[in-house]
């Protein structure tokens, strides 16, 4: 049975389910940063996966990256599947900018999370949900 992390849910914003995934808004403005993560217990990483779902994830992951781009124009996407922190399977899809407050070291640890106002993250949110179905 699949249960999403307190700390997942703490920090971040409903998206939308796709097959394998829940897609997630971390809930920091200063970078547009979507999380994946694969709706199957237990799991803490890649190599946990069925290979059908290793694939479905990664054409999911695809998708997500391609919605971020279109809706941001970002000079890079940071796609990691990291876990030390938060132990399950979670994959990070991160729009970066030369100009962001991170650049061009990892976001991690930088600059204090800026949590986006109840309006603006829902807004997002629901584009990038739009934006994935059409990726």
């Known amino acids: 049975m699949f ?8 920090d971040t914003l409903p998206v939308t389910d796709m097959r394998l995934c829940t897609v997630r808004l971390m809930n920091d403005a200063n970078y547009p940063w979507a999380i994946l993560v694969p709706q199957r217990g237990e799991m ?3 190599i946990d996966l ?32 990291l876990g030390n922190v938060v132990r399950q399977l979670h994959v990070h899809v991160i729009a970066r900018f030369e100009h962001d407050p991170a650049w061009p070291a ?26 994935i179905r059409e990726h």
């Open 3 to 10: 249960t999403l992390d307190p700390q997942l849910e703490a």
């Open 44 to 46: 803490a990483d890649l």
């Open 50 to 81: 069925e290979p059908a779902d290793r694939a479905t994830l990664a054409l999911e992951a695809d998708a997500v990256s391609r919605a971020l781009k279109s809706l941001t124009g970002c000079h890079k996407l940071n796609v990691a599947a």
């Open 106 to 131: 990892p976001v991690w640890g930088k600059v204090a999370a800026k949590p986006y106002s109840g309006v603006e993250g829902e807004t997002f949110a629901a584009e990038l949900a739009a934006a």
